[in-house]
């Protein structure tokens, strides 16, 4: 599934999948948010676990942040971070660990995705943010 987050709301094809009204329901659920952005969801909302903020995926991405790489390098980076999250999804010390096999890669990309990786507790209090809700921006646009 190809899909697109911003700092309120994960997308797919426009449309979106995960947004506040999905909260309360994934405040029950152990969680892993891999989207460009989903650091300011998940703390907006207390959402606890695994998760990256903007996330160099595809050449457009590395060009907006500033990161000269090649399709092939995004690629590697892709391939060594998802064997390194399935290797230590579960382990307790998952983010370091997590950041200690990505960080042997040692590229632009995963350089700058590295200082991108986060994980909250259960317990961490919501942070709130002062980032204007682009999903209403974006609907006002589309209709």
């Given at each position: 599934m190809v899909v697109h987050g911003f700092h309120h709301w994960l997308l797919n094809n426009y449309q979106t999948i995960i947004d506040k009204t999905c909260v309360p329901f994934l405040k029950t659920k152990e969680l892993v948010g891999i989207?460009?952005?989903a650091k300011t969801f998940f703390d907006e909302h207390g959402l606890a676990r695994f998760h990256t903020d903007m996330f160099i995926s595809e050449t457009l991405e590395a060009t907006m942040m500033g990161v000269k790489a090649t399709e092939g390098e995004i690629?590697?980076?892709k391939l060594v971070f998802a064997k390194a999250v399935r290797s230590y999804l579960f382990h307790p010390d998952c983010l370091n660990r997590v950041k200690f096999k990505y960080g042997k890669l040692?590229?632009?990309?995963?350089?700058?995705?590295?200082?991108?990786?986060?994980?909250?507790?259960?317990?961490?209090?919501?942070?709130k943010n002062n980032l204007p809700d682009f999903g209403n921006i974006l609907q006002n646009i589309l209709s």
């Open positions: 989207w460009c952005f690629e590697t980076s040692n590229s632009d990309v995963s350089k700058d995705n590295f200082v991108r990786l986060n994980y909250r507790e259960v317990n961490d209090p919501p942070i």
